[in-house]
Structure formats: structure tokens, C-alpha cells
């Protein structure tokens, strides 16, 4: 049941419009079937299963509009749904943002979907589970970690005839491993559309690592310091990269709410505010990090470069903000990709005379959102490098920085790895401010 | 009908071999309507219906959650966890043992509201939600975004210890974020609401007088117990936010913290609720939320947590909290118990897998699982700091206070993932110079060490101060779930904090 179909999902998707006595509608179905691992103190500890496939109907009546969601797909209960969206949208006051739904569009094509990954059973997960375990006991080393894969899709039906349909798969795994006395600690991270890609035994390896060289840390003084970023510390589900990314919005720009905001009105697009270095693109048929091929509402997602060669080149727009500004609409599904050069973090160290190695950045929040200005901790192995190499692990700092002024200070561009869906090198940077230090391992 | 579906999942469970099994039937709904300045964004409803079965086989938990409610469908739920459990009993280590619970039977509970917000016409919020935006902008405001969430769990719970456990939880949320332009400088300045997330029914939307507490003179500020002033806040927040950009820029250095509730609740969740989590405390989180540095062996060393001023306390019971259920998603009773006595931490938030490992023989009844299709596992209680026992009022605190800031609300927030090192803001700040407040300063974050900042507690006004603040979406394990909490305490003073400045050119 979870993965339907493009016929089957369009079909359940034509019985809402049917049903429905509203002006206009529009229906997204959305299905996944996923299971996941997940162990710590070199012992499984909860793993489950989940399928489900959920509708959202929205009704516009006139600029009213009302949005229900269901789960169950017998015909009372999506008559009573679209029923829901009907009643809200009759409730509703006019939208003065109201734009009228997308008649039919042509997307392009991702390779989204792997069979390798949705045919992963329990014992698949056992294993890797298993595996990482081993190898962290056998150095007595202890291991918590989590995998998690799954296969979905994503349909869109509308009453103007628009029809979208892709599937997807993923693996996310990663690893925390801690020396037993609890003064070191390493993280590895990774993500797959392709589960024949991964190994986990590979990946505990490098965690295992980080945590064995990062006891005795020494505190060293808090300050501007060059640091070598690694991806998992710039790109999260609050990363540094993640939020700069996400901070494209025009309108938001447009009325001086932004740090894209111009002083006296309107926005900077066309400015560079970051070194030539610093390219960022939208890119959903990425064959490294591919993602979806249309928004919500069926607005095709395209290539769109947001920085390029350090200059601010795109800004996201809304159709209703693109339509008041006379421009083109941006659909935006999420994924990133930042263009990269060919050093490997490695190489990034040889070349220091003096910085620090961050694996992981933690608790990233927004201090000032006129600068952009983020706080965090450094995490999971961090390290002291002097002439080229790995001098001793130190203690973890806070920060307080900007990715703008960040993207400003670039000493030297890694080559660009997958992560979390997107595609990011590693990255130098001067003058990066830690703030003060903690005990935390 | 849900039992004969529970019976029919705790029966296959037991055929496939499982020693233990439990099985939630539930129905999510929610209900969120979004507005900005003088129009509705979005006014979404959700319904979400399906069943989790959890077992142990071979010692070993195993877990799975389906839509398809039938017999049928539960019972191949059912065998699927059972599955799961037994492949991954092969690289278990030690069997799962779970502190004894009676069952209870058939029981029911339901959050005590007085008027459920689902019942309520969505006009009626909007035209609320509105009106407060028209507040903020008749009083200067350039933007305004608001929003209500409504969360109602129906949850059937059953478990082969023989309970059938039925519960009705409700949980409201109000809250709008103002923000004030100024175009020639480029500046912007927000402030959010002082509401708290509740759990009560739209009642807490209707203000009544008796629920506001005034917060310090020259402040105008007010602060809200079991019911909201959505208006009045809203028409303060567009001065304060215009205040905001003239506001000086904070000098850094060591001031006393005066902490409203609303804003220290979130300083208490962070500093206190997290790191007494026996889970995190032994391990079981650290690829994720992290560890903790109050271990079994910190304990032991009888070090004080905090100031003798300091007692915290754990609970599932305060009326009109998000926390409060009858019982949690293991069928445990709730109850109330002490984390911090004295300033010294005397107890764990735990469950049932967990009580053996402190030598303890009952849980906590603090488990918890967000949706049907999540597995339960130990969330955070209400954590709340006791009020201070002598008669004391805010303005009497700020008289005595040389050279501090008073803050307000909930800001920037970031902590370590042992939780030592921590940096917080709020949503307003006002300096206190010879014991008077003398206006709005900006830019202000305080970054502490936990143990450091709860051993300079150096006053907390009494009980007709005390109010609770609420974390709406918490978020942890993996995959990541969400639970609401809440944190009651009254307004207390820090002595010596050190406190950065924020400002920055790009």
C-alpha cells in the first residue's frame, strides 16, 4: 500500500476531484514505508517499521481557500475530507495573495529512486548494526548509532488537469563513538539514494578514529582562529550552509526583513557579498544528490544558481511575489549543491601552518537574523594542527559567526561530497570566532 | 472496537513469540491557522489515524505501525515487530528488563478543559488572531505574523499486562511574532509573544483579570497564568519592537539576571530537564541529542547543582500543563517527584527499561510517543524550579539589584550536547541600574556554564509570581519526535552573568 503507483496514486487523486464541489482544488498524496536500526553502548536498543500514505486536499472557493488531511482511503472518508476543505475555505476571509492553481507542466527527470534500497530488510539493518558494533568492541570502543532507509512517493493531482508523480529512496546512517572513560568522542555521517553505496563498517572506522585520537584534549584560548570545516560542519538540519541557503526568500528582502535587504529598499541581488570562490546552485537532477522535480502546488523545480562566483544571482519567489514583481517563479524542493575544487580535507591540512579541525558543529541557532549571525558548539572531534599536521585533540569551543562573513574569509575550497541530500566541500576559513570553551566531550 | 483490534495485536504477538507486547491505537488531530498582517495565510487541518505495536522477543525490542485499521492489518503489524526483534536480538547484549506494572484494566482519562478549541468556529480564531495583528499595527508595527495551534490526541492504549487505557489530551498554542522596519538604516527588530503553549481548551484564549500577573514597574509588561491576552500583548510587543531599534547596545560584561518565567522556563528546560534524562545520562542518546555531564559517578560526588535556593521538581500532573496526561504511552500512572532538593540532585526522569539501572522498581510514567507510527521511548516531564518560600514581588527583587537586566521571553538558545556551556537571549531585555529599570537595551545573549549559573541563584519571588512556559515541538530521539512540556517556575535572579553583545556589520 505505501508505494503506489503513478496510476493508482492519480486514481485516488481523481475520485478527491470528483468529489469535490469547490471552484478550484488540488491534492498532494504522499507515501512512505520505511524502517530503521538504531543502537548505543554497543547494543541495539529500539527499531521499528512505519507505512503510511497521507492526502492533503486543499478547496478554493473564489480566493477562499481551506486546506484537510487524511490517512484512511475508503470513499466515506475521503468525501468527508474534501467535505472539511470545502467547509473551512466557505469560512475562510479572501486571500489577496490567492493565485489561480498551474494547468498541466513538464518536469524533468531525477534518478530519485534506487531498488537496492527499498528492498532492505530487517536483517540488512541487524546487520550493519551489528557490524558497527564489532568493529568498535574489538578496539573497546563504544558505538551508538542510527540507520534509517526508506522508499516514498510524492503525487499531485489538480483541478486544472496538472498530474506529478516521482519516487524516492534514501539510507541515512551515522555514528557517534566514545572512548569508555567518556574523553573521546567521533562522528561520522552519510547519506544514499543508492543503498549498495553504503557501508557502515567503513564509516564506524572513521568515527572510531576521531574518538581514540581526540582524549586529552587541551583547552586552548578562545578566539579568531583559521579553521578547516568539515561537512558535517556545515551542513545539517541547522547548518551554517542549510540556513544561508534558506535565507533566499525576495519577499522577505523586499520588505527589509532580511539581511538581503537593501538599506533604503529593495534587495541586494546583483551584489557580490562573498568571495568569487562561493557558488551555490538548486539542482534536483544532480545525479550525486538528487531531490524533487516539483514543488507543492506542481511548479517544476529547475537548475537555479543562488550564488555565483560570490555574487548574489537568484532570490526565491512565491508565484503570487513573482507575479506583483513581474518576474519568474522559483519552485524550491531543498537540496543545495555548492561547487567544490579537487583538495581533499587531507590535502586542506597539509596546507595549514596553524588551525583547528572541526568534524561536527551542534545546536546551531540564530543570534541576529540582520547578519545572520549563528551560535553552536564544536562537537565529536575537534583537532589542533600545526606545519601540516594534526598537532592534539582540544576541547570543544562555542562560536558566534556569520556564514556571511564566514563565505567572506575562504582560504581554500575541498572537494564536494553528498551530504544530507545536498552536495558541499569541505571548507578553510580565517578569522572564524569561537566565543568561549566548554567541558562537553 | 479498538479493544478487539488491541486484543487482536497483543494476540498475534504472543503467537509469534513475543513475552511482552503493547499496542497504541490512535487519532492525531490537529489544527493550525496561520495569519499575517490583515489576511489568513493558512488554516490547515489534520487527522491521523493508525496503530503502533511494540514487543520484546528474545529480549529485544521490536517495533511496527500501520494505517491499515483492521484486525488484519494490526496482526501483521504485530508479527512484523516480532520480526524485527528477533533479528536484532542477535547482536543484543543484555535483555531488555522492564519494572513490574499492574494492569489497570479499562480506565479513561481526559485533559480537564472547558471548552474544547476543536468545537470552536475557525471564524472566531481568525477574527481573534486578526484583530491582535490590527493591535500590533495601530501601534507601529510594520509586519505581523500570528498563529493558533490546537492538538487533540485520542489515544487507546493496550498492553498484555491488562490495560486498556483511554485517554483525551488537549494542548492550545497561540503565538505571533512582531517586527518593526526601519527603511533608511536597514535595521529590524522582532518581538514574540509572551503566551505559553497550554494544556487546556480555547479557555485559555478568553483573558480573565485574575490570570495576569504585572511584570516590573516602567516596564508595561504583563505576565500570563491559565489564560491570554492575546490583544494587549500584541499592541505592547509593537512598541517594544519599535523600542528595539533605538535601544542601546548592551556593554558586555557581568551583570544579575532578573529571568521572567516565560523565559526562564526555556534556561530550565535546557540547563535542568535535558541533562536529568537517565537515557542521555547513560548513553542511549549520544549519536543525537548527546550525553550528559550528570553521570551516576557526579552524583555520587554530592556536588551542588545549585544555590540551596535551588529545588526542582519533576511532574505529569500540574493542571493545565502540557505534560499532564493520566497515564504515559507504557500504561504507568503519573505522579509528581523531586529532581534537585537543596540544590542537590537527588533523582533521574525514567521508565520502565531504565528503573533497574538506578536500582529503582517503578518507572516514572514519563514515556512517551509523539504519533502512532513512532515508537515510545523516555521524553522530558514537566520540570519546573519551586517558587521562593518568603513573600517576595518582582519590583521588590529589581529594588535590590545594582547593576542587571531583566529579561523577557523566549529568544536564541543553544547548549552544548553534555550541557555545561550554554548561551541564551530573549525576545526583550531592559537594563536595571541602583534598583530602577531605565529602559530597553538590545543586543543581549548570556553564555554559562549549568553548574556555574544555578549556584549564583540568589533570590526567587514567591508562589503569586509563579506561571509556566511551555516547549511546544522538543524534539529528540531517532527519527526525531516531538513532545510538549512545560516548565513552571517564578521570576529569579542570577547574580554575576556574563553577557556578550550580539551586534554585528555584513
Known amino acids: ?441 | 472496537m479498538n479493544k478487539r483490534l488491541a486484543d487482536a495485536a497483543l494476540n498475534a504477538a504472543k503467537s509469534a513469540g513475543a513475552s511482552y507486547a503493547d499496542v497504541r491505537i490512535g487519532r492525531y488531530l490537529n489544527q493550525s491557522v496561520f495569519t499575517r498582517e490583515k489576511q489568513v495565510q493558512n488554516i490547515a487541518n489534520g487527522e491521523s489515524l493508525g496503530a503502533g505495536v511494540r514487543v520484546l522477543a528474545n529480549g529485544t525490542w521490536g517495533f511496527a505501525a500501520t494505517n491499515q485499521l483492521n484486525e488484519q492489518g494490526l496482526a501483521k503489524a504485530a508479527q512484523l515487530a516480532v520480526q524485527i526483534a528477533k533479528a536484532n536480538s542477535k547482536v543484543q547484549k543484555e535483555p531488555v528488563k522492564l519494572a513490574p506494572q499492574k494492569g489497570f484494566g479499562e480506565v479513561s482519562w481526559k485533559t480537564p478543559i472547558q471548552q474544547n478549541a476543536f468545537e470552536v468556529p475557525v471564524a472566531q480564531k481568525v477574527e481573534l488572531l486578526l484583530a491582535a495583528n490590527a493591535k500590533a499595527l495601530d501601534n507601529g508595527a510594520n509586519f505581523v505574523n500570528s498563529a493558533l495551534f490546537q492538538v487533540n490526541e485520542q489515544k487507546y492504549f493496550a498492553t498484555t499486562d491488562g490495560s486498556y487505557i483511554n485517554q483525551d489530551v488537549h494542548r492550545i498554542w497561540p503565538t505571533f511574532s512582531v517586527t518593526a522596519v526601519d527603511r533608511a538604516s536597514g535595521k529590524f527588530k522582532t518581538r514574540e509573544a509572551l503566551s505559553a503553549p497550554m494544556g487546556l481548551g480555547y479557555e485559555y484564549m478568553v483573558p480573565k483579570a485574575q490570570d495576569k500577573i504585572a511584570g516590573p514597574a516602567d516596564t508595561g509588561l504583563i505576565g500570563y497564568k491559565n489564560s491570554y491576552d492575546i490583544l494587549e500583548d500584541a499592541a505592547l510587543a509593537a512598541k517594544q519592537a519599535k523600542g528595539k531599534l533605538t535601544a542601546t547596545s548592551v556593554t558586555p560584561g557581568k551583570y544579575d539576571l532578573v529571568l521572567d518565567p516565560n523565559h526562564l522556563g526555556l534556561t530550565i528546560h535546557e540547563s535542568v530537564g535535558h541533562p536529568l534524562e537517565l537515557d542521555r545520562v547513560l548513553g542511549y542518546e549520544a549519536n543525537y541529542a548527546g550525553t550528559s555531564f550528570a553521570t551516576l559517578d557526579w552524583r555520587k560526588q554530592g556536588k551542588p547543582y545549585g544555590s540551596k535556593l535551588v529545588n526542582i521538581v519533576a511532574d505529569k500532573l500540574q493542571p493545565g500543563s502540557l505534560g499532564a496526561v493520566g497515564y504515559d504511552d507504557e500504561g504507568v500512572k503519573t505522579k509528581e517527584w523531586d529532581l534537585i532538593k537543596d540544590g542537590k540532585l537527588v533523582d533521574y526522569q525514567k521508565i520502565r527499561d531504565q528503573a533497574h539501572i538506578v536500582g529503582q522498581n517503578e518507572s516514572d510514567g514519563c514515556c512517551y510517543a509523539d504519533s502512532w507510527d513512532s515508537v515510545q521511548f523516555q521524553r522530558m516531564p514537566n520540570v519546573s524550579l519551586r517558587p521562593g518560600a518568603q513573600k517576595l514581588s518582582v519590583d521588590d527583587m529589581v529594588k535590590n539589584v545594582d547593576k542587571g537586566i531583566y529579561i523577557a521571553g523566549r529568544g536564541s538558545y543553544s547548549i552544548d550536547q553534555q550541557r555545561y556551556n550554554f548561551q541564551f537571549g530573549g525576545t526583550v531585555f531592559y537594563a536595571i541600574e541602583k534598583g530602577k529599570i531605565t529602559g530597553q537595551i538590545e543586543d543581549v545573549a548570556y553564555q554559562a556554564n549549568t553548574l556555574e549559573f544555578w549556584n549564583s541563584c540568589a533570590a526567587i519571588c514567591d508562589q503569586s509570581d509563579y506561571r509556566l512556559f511551555g516547549s511546544f515541538f522538543d524534539g529528540k530521539g531517532q527519527p526525531s519526535q516531538v513532545s510538549a512540556v512545560s516548565h513552571g517556575s517564578a521570576t529569579t535572579r542570577f547574580n554575576g552573568v556574563n553577557v556578550i553583545n550580539t551586534a554585528r556589520k555584513v
Open chain 1, 1 to 441: 500500500m505505501p508505494i503506489l503507483s503513478k496510476d493508482d496514486a492519480q486514481a485516488i487523486l481523481k475520485k478527491v476531484m470528483s468529489f469535490t464541489k469547490a471552484d478550484e482544488c488540488e491534492a498532494n498524496l504522499n507515501g512512505r514505508t520505511s524502517g530503521n536500526v538504531r543502537y548505543a553502548r554497543n547494543t541495539v536498543t529500539t527499531a521499528g517499521a512505519a507505512d503510511n500514505v497521507s492526502l492533503v486536499v486543499q478547496c478554493w472557493f473564489g480566493r477562499r481557500s481551506g486546506v484537510a488531511t487524511c490517512n484512511q482511503f475508503d470513499e466515506e472518508t475521503l468525501r468527508r475530507c474534501v467535505q472539511r476543505a470545502e467547509e473551512i475555505a466557505r469560512l475562510a476571509p479572501e486571500d489577496p495573495d490567492y493565485m489561480p492553481r498551474l494547468s498541466p507542466q513538464q518536469y524533468l527527470a531525477a534518478n530519485s529512486f534506487a531498488q537496492s534500497t527499498a528492498g532492505i530488510t530487517p536483517d540488512f539493518r541487524a546487520q550493519a548494526a551489528g557490524d558497527s558494533i564489532a568493529l568498535c568492541e574489538a578496539r573497546k570502543l563504544t558505538a551508538a548509532g542510527y540507520l534509517e532507509d526508506g522508499a516514498s512517493f510524492a503525487a499531485i493531482r489538480n483541478s486544472k488537469g496538472l498530474e506529478a508523480y516521482q519516487q524516492f529512496t534514501n539510507v541515512d546512517f551515522s555514528v557517534t563513538v566514545r572512548t569508555p572513560d567518556g574523553l573521546g568522542s567521533g562522528y561520522a555521517v552519510a547519506d544514499f539514494t543508492d543503498a549498495a553505496k553504503f557501508d557502515a563498517k567503513a564509516l564506524t572506522k572513521v568515527a572510531a578514529d576521531k574518538a581514540s585520537a581526540s582524549v586529552s584534549a587541551k583547552a586552548i584560548e578562545p578566539g579568531k582562529y583559521t579553521v578547516i570545516l568539515e561537512p558535517a560542519a556545515l551542513v545539517s538540519d541547522e547548518g551554517l550552509i542549510n540556513r544561508l541557503v534558506y535565507a533566499f526568500d525576495a519577499r522577505e528582502a523586499d520588505e527589509g526583513r532580511s539581511f538581503l535587504s537593501k538599506k533604503g529598499g529593495g534587495t541586494r541581488k546583483g551584489e557580490k557579498l562573498f568571495d568569487s570562490r562561493v557558488s551555490i546552485s538548486v539542482d534536483p537532477t544532480n545525479p550525486l544528490a538528487p531531490s524533487g522535480v516539483f514543488d507543492n502546488e506542481g511548479l517544476p523545480v529547475k537548475k537555479l544558481p543562488i550564488i555565483e562566483k560570490g555574487v548574489v544571482k537568484n532570490l526565491y519567489y512565491s508565484r503570487f511575489w513573482a507575479e506583483k514583481n513581474k518576474v519568474a517563479p522559483t519552485g524550491f524542493t531543498g537540496n543545495f549543491v555548492m561547487e567544490g575544487g579537487t583538495a581533499s580535507t587531507a590535502d586542506l591540512i597539509k596546507s595549514t601552518q596553524k588551525g583547528i579541525l572541526v568534524t561536527r558543529l551542534w545546536y546551531i541557532r540564530d543570534v541576529d537574523p540582520q547578519t545572520l549571525l549563528v551560535t553552536g558548539l564544536t562537537r565529536d572531534g575537534t583537532f589542533y594542527i600545526e606545519k601540516g599536521k594534526i598537532k592534539h585533540p582540544i576541547k570543544n569551543m562555542r562560536f558566534n559567526e556569520s556564514p556571511v562573513i564566514m563565505l567572506n574569509n575562504i582560504e581554500a575550497v575541498g572537494r564536494a561530497q553528498r551530504l544530507g541530500g545536498n552536495l558541499v566541500p569541505p571548507l578553510k576559513i580565517r578569522d572564524f570566532t569561537f566565543t568561549s570553551l566548554s567541558d562537553a566531550v
